[in-house]
């Protein structure tokens, strides 16, 4: 940061010799705007002053969780075992490639020529664990395909949720986007009844900096007329949220889809009391699938500890799937002696294997083969002795 603010003040007094300083920059250009004024600018924005978080950010699952179908996105889905699966009705759903664009074909015993071919514009997931769903347009209706694609074993499979036979579509209601996308804005924005229809120049893709950190664009001119601030100013602070707070903005996209929702999607911004939009988990013990925040509350550290939340183990800017020793690390910090009558030999540095275990979604299934639907393994927040 240092190095970067030297060199923008050099940068800075030499231009500003010659020209203002509004010409030296990149104009401010929304990619998406909120009926409540936000204006969204996206993470190019951000680069000429946090470089390494932004290219960092890129490579996380919350940025690669949609996206407009592209190359780079439609380069695994070539590599597929074969190009479609069968559904128990004689069903069979192809996938075909052209340019950039993707259809879903599907057609009936003996696969002729296909009775609906639909064509696939946008992707959901990044991928890191399960895979892609796949939505369309038809008009400004958003509906999702049948067909979703298991990364680990590169196959099409039926999407989680469809029934085993022939499904033309399923409405895309904005509480999905409201997890999986930075801004969508909905046909009715004003009112929290589920529709499917949007307006299709008014969506941002992938979780960028803005749904965690909110308005920008003060901050932003702020910072680049007093390039010698080092303070951020013009943004909210986290360091100034309560825990429950700091929760909250993670628990909007990981306490579950929520029994009742109160507000309409997107209207919750950072510092918000979630409870006020929607009634996460009432019922039932919550599931692996999505409630992190139902689970991690149930368990002993956070009870038994001050202020702990989702950031205590995760740095939200970067991608540490799988970083065990980092998130053993953490365990140790709290427990340096932990008393065991169990043998730990050989595992001393593995607590979450055995504390959080990763364990079977109930509500999370993916059928890959026509007959068998296989739960998909998360990795448990309920921190306890199993
Ligand atoms: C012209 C420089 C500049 C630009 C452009 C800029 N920032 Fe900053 N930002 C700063 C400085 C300086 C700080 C204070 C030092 C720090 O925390 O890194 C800061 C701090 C922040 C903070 C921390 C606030 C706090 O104290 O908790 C956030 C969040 C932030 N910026 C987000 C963004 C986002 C998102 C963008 C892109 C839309 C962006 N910034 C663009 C200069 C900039
Ligand atoms: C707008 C919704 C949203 C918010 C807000 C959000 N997340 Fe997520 N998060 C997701 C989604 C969706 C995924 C799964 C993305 C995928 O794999 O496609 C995810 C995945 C993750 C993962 C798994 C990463 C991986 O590599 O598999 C972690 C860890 C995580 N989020 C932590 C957090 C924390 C901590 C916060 C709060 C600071 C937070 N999230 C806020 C939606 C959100
Ligand atoms: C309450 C927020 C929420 C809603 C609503 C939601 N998801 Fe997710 N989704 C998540 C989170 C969080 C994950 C990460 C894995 C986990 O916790 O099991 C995820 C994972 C996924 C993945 C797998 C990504 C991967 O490879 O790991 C896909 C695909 C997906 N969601 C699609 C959808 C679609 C399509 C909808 C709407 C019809 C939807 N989700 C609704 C939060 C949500
Ligand atoms: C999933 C939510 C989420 C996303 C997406 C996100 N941030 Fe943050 N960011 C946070 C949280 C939470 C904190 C507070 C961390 C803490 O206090 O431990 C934070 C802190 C910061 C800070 C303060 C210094 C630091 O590193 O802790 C800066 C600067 C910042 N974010 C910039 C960005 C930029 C730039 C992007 C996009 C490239 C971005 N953030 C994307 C959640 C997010
Ligand atoms: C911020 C501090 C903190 C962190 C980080 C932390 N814990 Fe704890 N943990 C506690 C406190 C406090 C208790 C309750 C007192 C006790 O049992 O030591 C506890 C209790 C436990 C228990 C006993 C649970 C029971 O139901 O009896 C286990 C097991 C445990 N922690 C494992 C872990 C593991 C594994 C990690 C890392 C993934 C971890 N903890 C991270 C603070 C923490
Ligand atoms: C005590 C440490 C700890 C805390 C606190 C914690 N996590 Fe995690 N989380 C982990 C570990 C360990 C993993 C497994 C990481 C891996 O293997 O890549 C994980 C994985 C995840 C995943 C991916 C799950 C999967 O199986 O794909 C999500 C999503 C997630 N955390 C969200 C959250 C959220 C949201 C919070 C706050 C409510 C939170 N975590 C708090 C330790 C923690
Ligand atoms: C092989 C599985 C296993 C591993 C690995 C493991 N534990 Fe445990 N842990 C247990 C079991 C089982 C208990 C219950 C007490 C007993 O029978 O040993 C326990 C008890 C605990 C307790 C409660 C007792 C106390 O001291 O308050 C804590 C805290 C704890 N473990 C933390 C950790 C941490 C931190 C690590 C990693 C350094 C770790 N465990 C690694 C299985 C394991």
Known sequence: MRI?????????????????????????EAIGVHPN??????????????ATLVSDHIQTAHWLTSSKINSPRLLPLLEAEKNYFDLKDSTRLSYTFQNETLAQEASRFPFAAPFLVNSIEIIIGSGTKIGNSFLGWEDNSLYQLQGS????????MNSPGFPPVFQ???????????????????????SPIPIDRYNKNNIVFGIDCQRCHGEVVEHVKHHRKFPLDSTGKKIVRYSNFTQQQRIDMCALCHSGVGDQIFQPSFSFTPGDELRK??????????????NQVGLLTLSKC???????DCMTCHNPHQNERENSI??????????????HTVSLVGKELDCIECHMPVQNSQQMKIQITSDSLVPVGVRTHKIAIY
Request: net charge neutral.
């Open 302 to 308: 956070f009870l038994e500890s001050e202020d702990m």
């Open 4 to 28: 970067g603010f030297f060199c923008s003040l050099v940068v800075y007094v030499f231009i500003s010799a010659c020209t203002p300083y509004t010409e030296t920059y990149a104009p401010i």
């Open 326 to 339: 980092k998130f053993n690390a953490r365990c140790i910090q709290c427990h340096a002696e932990p008393k």
């Open 168 to 190: 033309a579509k399923r409405s895309i209601f904005p509480r999905c986007l409201e997890c999986h996308t930075t801004y969508a804005q909905s046909e009715n924005w004003q």
């Open 149 to 156: 694609f298991h990364l680990p074993s590169k196959q099409w």
């Open 37 to 50: 004024k936000t204006v969204y600018i996206g993470m190019e924005s951000c680069k000429e002053c946090h």
């Open 277 to 290: 939009f929607l009634n996460t988990q009432t019922t039932g013990a919550p599931d692996v699938h999505s």
